[in-house]
């Protein structure tokens, strides 16, 4: 009978002990945060930009030199210059480091920012659905859409998407970015030429080659500032709707914050109107 009693007793013991254990185990389970993933490891390891352009002294601008007034470069010196090349500098300098220009196409632009060639995508960019999946985007500085820019005697002839897309009008386009992009959902019956280098386009229209471009109204307006040829037709009433902003590598919430900030603050007070007199005013 004694025997019986030990036994009984022991394994009460050994059932609490057990359960005691597993209680213990649960607790730890549920307090230990949710393991990091190698992506958020490797995004720890590498800081973020905010940190690591000041310490490089250098931010790297990925820019297609082609769209002016927002980013030139000169062929023959291969100096940068435009609203957004002096927008970079005083990016730059905010950052206690100097601007590098990293040459890059429509094409290829958020690809590039996404491979890590470069901390920021500058030079009139529209903010697009299909980009914003590769990149994220700052808040935006400036409101735009497409319009036309003929010369100045057939500004009456193509005023609307009907009167340009007809058989025997000839619309040139330059590759790879929101242009080809809107002149291609829109043009049907009109001829489509696409013309490899943007900072000659123009001159396809000035020259009786072409009849139409239809581009960011910024830039209508400034090649009619530069052209007195060439009329940019009611750049205040685009086809569409769109928006600048700088091009930024996803997952650096730190850098997106800092870059917001700074541009509200650049177009509050004054900054980047300072910089946009300078050229629409040539």
């Known amino acids: 009978m004694r ?22 185990v649960g607790s730890t389970a549920k307090s230990e945060p949710p393991r990091a993933s190698a992506a958020d490891h490797t995004r720890q390891q590498r800081g973020t930009l905010l940190d690591r352009v000041p310490e490089r002294g250098v931010l790297r601008v ?77 808040e935006p ?20 998407l009907e009167d340009i897309d007809r058989p025997g009008v000839r619309v040139v386009v330059n590759p ?17 030429t696409v013309h490899p280098d943007n900072t000659t386009i123009f001159d396809e229209i000035i020259a009786g080659r072409a009849d139409v471009m239809m581009t960011d109204a910024s830039e209508t ?7 007195p040829e060439l009329c940019a037709v009611h750049p205040d009433e685009p086809f569409s709707f769109s928006e600048k902003a700088y091009a930024l590598p996803r997952g650096d919430a730190q850098f997106k914050e800092y870059i917001d900030q700074w541009v509200h603050l650049a177009t509050h007070d004054g900054t980047y109107k300072k910089y946009e007199d300078e050229w629409m005013k040539r």
């Open 221 to 227: 307006r400034y090649q009619s500032a530069i052209h």
């Open 62 to 138: 990925c820019t297609t030199g082609d769209y002016r007034p927002f980013s030139h470069r000169d062929p023959k010196s291969g100096a940068y210059t435009g609203i957004d090349i002096k927008m970079a500098g005083d990016l730059a300098k905010s950052l206690d480091a100097k601007p590098a220009f990293v040459p890059t196409t429509w094409a290829t632009l958020v690809d590039d920012l996404a491979a890590g060639r470069c901390d920021v995508g500058m030079g009139g960019v529209s903010v697009t659905l299909a980009r914003a999946r590769k990149a994220s985007f700052s």
């Open 176 to 192: 790879g970015g929101t242009n080809e992009e809107f002149a291609r959902a829109h043009v049907k019956r009109a001829t489509l």
């Open 3 to 24: 025997r019986t009693v030990t036994l009984s007793a022991l394994a009460a013991v050994l059932a609490a002990t057990a359960a005691g254990s597993a209680l213990a």
């Open 141 to 160: 500085y400036l409101t735009d859409g497409k319009t036309p820019i003929v010369r100045c005697a057939d500004k009456d002839r193509y005023r609307t």
